[in-house]
């Protein structure tokens, strides 16, 4: 009977002490049915304290001042009774049921009555009011499903089945549906657990998806603008250019543009997915080559005789990538669908003779060409050398054995330059070629190829001016060729 008394005065304290009449009835009605025997007690009196009491414990419970709401030690509201409280829970759990779409479960406050908190706001006698005060001190829990990896349960969402459906879009992503996957897993051990979570952690489905795939769920980015280097953006941004360099791995070198996009941070997904493909590629097999040495061509010169064609191979890959990024490949074996041709070359051996002259052949002619400007005097100078005519790119021979002593760019307008040292003071020039095919201090033979004709330094059009020397003085290049 005490407890059915301590009850009705609880439930008297949401709009302060009821009508004491109907509450007497209810415990005349309790009596009644407790069929206590009235000659053993007197009901009048039994009610008359039970009233007493009554009014005792519910002033009591009510109290006589406001209550302070205390998160911590600090005072956050204060309430005309702990009824506002309690329905302004309520009203927060149906808010977040509602914003969250979940069912919540339990509620976690931080929050304590005190009376010797002081705390100077007005009494707040309606919960609605009261809600966004204590809102950051209480949280819902909720029944989940967490993807546990290595342990660690690092995403929440609602259902099991989503939990799933995740995890195979993941697969899917890195899988598809190619014949050629032979096997795949992710690397990490993972599982589906049922877990009681707070109901701010439950993530969207889209939203869970990318944090596994990335790591986080707000990826940095930055647009590349007129003027910016890696340096500077990792200067601006705050990051190390190692980190820059690694979050964005399609980098090549240092060459940006205008309106790239660069991730700032370094992407690190939760699972990883280990995919083993065999992929088959046609691959050209490329042709050899043989040379066939031959005295219907100069030295130097060749001559594709019969062309060669490049095969053709079906090659199979064990490919291992990870997320998509290729980690190993190792060929499993070749079939050859087509066999490659091999291609001959002629090369000259025939060695260069003058085709005109009158010398005493101790030189062989550089190039056969006309003589398109002799040695002597020539437009109110003296022209050191013979010019012969060619085309651009034609090969240039040593006139006999001897040493590099100059290759490069002469002074005086020789343009691309060679010089030659045969021996007993007698050098020979080779000026305006298009390249250099020696180096100083090389040993050439008789009718090795030096460079090709050109038109470098002071020249007129494509042509060699050679030129002999001895003891350092030009003399006439025609007096040491041969017929």
Not at 46 to 56: E, N, P, W
Not at 70 to 98: C, R, T
Not at 324 to 353: F, Y
Request: glycine share 10%; hydrophobic share 35%.
């Amino acid at each position: 009977m005490f407890y059915d008394i301590i009850r009705l005065a609880k439930d008297s304290r949401k709009g302060g002490v009821q009508d004491i009449r109907t509450l007497v009835e209810e415990l005349k009605a309790k009596i009644d049915a407790k069929k206590i025997d009235a000659k053993k007690v007197n009901k009048i009196h039994m009610i008359a304290a039970a009233m007493c009491l009554l009014v005792m414990i519910s002033f009591f419970i009510m109290g006589s001042s406001d209550q302070v709401l205390v998160a911590g030690d600090q005072g956050i509201a204060k309430v005309s009774n702990q009824s506002v409280y309690e329905e302004a829970l309520e009203i927060l759990k149906a808010e977040q049921e509602a914003e969250l779409g979940v069912s919540i479960d339990e509620l976690h406050s931080e929050i304590s009555f005190s009376t010797e908190v002081k705390y100077a706001g007005k009494s707040i006698s309606d919960p609605r009011e009261l809600v966004s005060l204590i809102s950051p001190y209480v949280s819902g829990t909720t029944n989940a499903y967490a993807l546990q990896v290595n342990d660690v349960q690092r995403v929440f969402v609602k259902t099991e089945e989503e939990a799933e459906k995740i995890l195979e879009s993941i697969k899917d992503k890195f899988i598809g549906e190619s014949e050629e996957v032979v096997a795949y897993e992710f690397r990490e051990n993972v599982e589906v657990v049922q877990v009681a979570v707070a109901a701010t952690k439950i993530m969207e489905t889209e939203e869970a998806k990318n944090f596994i795939l990335t790591g986080t769920d707000k990826i940095e980015v930055y647009k590349v603008a007129k003027g910016d280097t890696l340096s500077t953006i990792a200067q601006k941004q705050g990051v190390g250019l190692s980190t820059l360099r690694e979050a964005n791995p399609q980098l090549k070198g240092d060459l940006l543009s205008i309106g790239q996009e660069l991730k700032l941070v370094k992407l690190e997904p939760v699972l990883h997915v280990m995919v083993t493909k065999e992929v088959k590629v046609e691959q050209q097999i490329p042709f050899s080559t043989r040379t066939i040495n031959t005295n219907n061509l100069y030295t130097g010169q060749t001559r594709v005789q019969k062309a060669g064609t490049r095969g053709l191979k079906e090659v199979t890959y064990k490919v291992v990538s990870e997320n998509g990024r290729e980690l190993n490949r190792e060929e499993l074996g070749a079939v050859v669908l087509q066999e490659p041709s091999v291609q001959e070359v002629l090369r000259g051996t025939k060695q260069m003779t003058a085709s005109r002259g009158g010398g005493d052949g101790q030189l062989g002619w550089p190039l056969r060409g006309n003589i398109t400007s002799r040695y002597g005097p020539r437009g109110g100078g003296f022209h050191t050398g013979i010019d012969i005519g060619a085309s651009r790119g034609t090969p240039t021979y040593s006139a006999g054995n001897g040493t590099v002593i100059f290759a490069g760019w002469g002074s005086g307008g020789y343009g691309n330059l060679v010089i030659i040292d045969h021996g007993n003071g007698l050098t020979t020039k080779y000026a305006h070629l298009a390249s250099i095919n020696v180096k100083m201090a090389q040993n050439v033979s008789r009718g090795a190829v030096v460079g090709t004709v050109g038109t470098t330094g002071r020249s007129t059009g494509p042509h060699l001016h050679f030129e002999t020397n001895v003891n350092g003085r030009h003399v006439n290049p025609t007096r040491y060729l041969g017929n």
